[in-house]
């Protein structure tokens, strides 16, 4: 499956059966984490075999059942778009190996992840992982006019990276985010005031960089 491919195919997936990931994508996916932690300095863990986090009442309320692993990211205060871009990376490379995700920032037992945590971290998000008892389902859209602006005509290409934009997973399906065409080849990405939604907007920037292919464009 390509990345293309996985944008289209990612839907939040909350119920998992009990097939293990094996343990060929388990070294893919802790290679992938090693690079991403590289590039990023945040603290992403691939936790496995860890039932508590996704047993308690917020996780029976958020309707999750059978989830045992996941991705823990941790990062002081203040990096939600940079923990947004990176674990979105994740998600869609999971996705590549046919493995489904959910972000979970409310819905989950914060205390139950054993996070190893370095000096002034806190665990920011978790990314439930496994295969699911189904491939979950599109999630509902604003029109594209109301996520995006352009001066005179939408570029092709523009329009392609709004498409891929929208489907991006963001915190309750806010979609709370806006790309602006400044000029020709400039975009400057908004995020409204709404609680995660920057970690949102570094969702949805991944998906547009993707959208956007071969297009050379600055973020303004
Ligand atoms: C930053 C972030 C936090 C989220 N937190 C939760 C959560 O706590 N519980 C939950 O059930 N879903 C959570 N979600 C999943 C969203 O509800 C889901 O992405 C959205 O409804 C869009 O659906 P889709 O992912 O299937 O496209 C979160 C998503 C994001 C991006």
Same mark, same amino acid.
């Given at each position: ?16 059966? $009990? ?10 996916? +802790? ?11 945040? /603290?992403?863990?691939?936790?496995? /075999?860890?039932? +508590? ?5 917020? %996780? ?17 205060d203040g990096k939600d778009e940079e ?16 493995? /489904?995700?959910?972000? !979970? ?9 054993? %996070? /190893? ?5 806190? !665990?920011?998000? !978790?990314?439930?992982?496994g295969y699911g008892v189904h491939c ?51 975009? +400057? ?10 970690? $949102? ?12 292919? $071969? ?6």
């Open positions: 499956m390509t990345i293309y491919e996985a944008m289209a195919e990612r839907h939040s997936v909350r119920k998992y059966t $009990d097939r293990p990931i094996e343990e060929e994508k388990v070294l893919l996916l +802790k290679t992938e984490i090693e690079a991403l932690c590289a590039e990023s300095g945040l /603290n992403i863990e691939l936790i496995m /075999n860890e039932p +508590k986090a996704f047993s308690g009442t917020l %996780a029976k309320y958020g309707h999750f059942s059978g989830c045992t692993n996941y991705f823990c990211i941790s990062a002081p923990i947004g871009y990176f674990g979105e990376k994740l998600v869609l490379y999971a996705q590549t190996l046919g493995l /489904n995700t959910c972000w !979970v920032v409310l819905t989950y037992s914060k205390r139950a992840v054993p %996070a /190893n945590l370095r000096e002034g971290e806190k !665990v920011q998000a !978790v990314i439930a992982l979950g389902k599109e999630h509902r859209n604003k029109p594209m006019e109301a996520l995006c602006a352009c001066e005179g005509e939408m570029p092709e290409w523009f329009g392609k990276a709004m498409e891929a934009a929208m489907t991006a997973p963001t915190a309750l399906n806010q979609q709370a985010f806006k790309f602006t065409l400044v000029g020709e080849n400039k975009v +400057k990405a908004e995020a409204s005031g709404a609680r995660y939604a920057k970690m $949102d907007l570094g969702i949805v920037k991944y998906h547009f960089e993707l959208g956007a292919g $071969d297009v050379k464009f600055e973020w303004a």
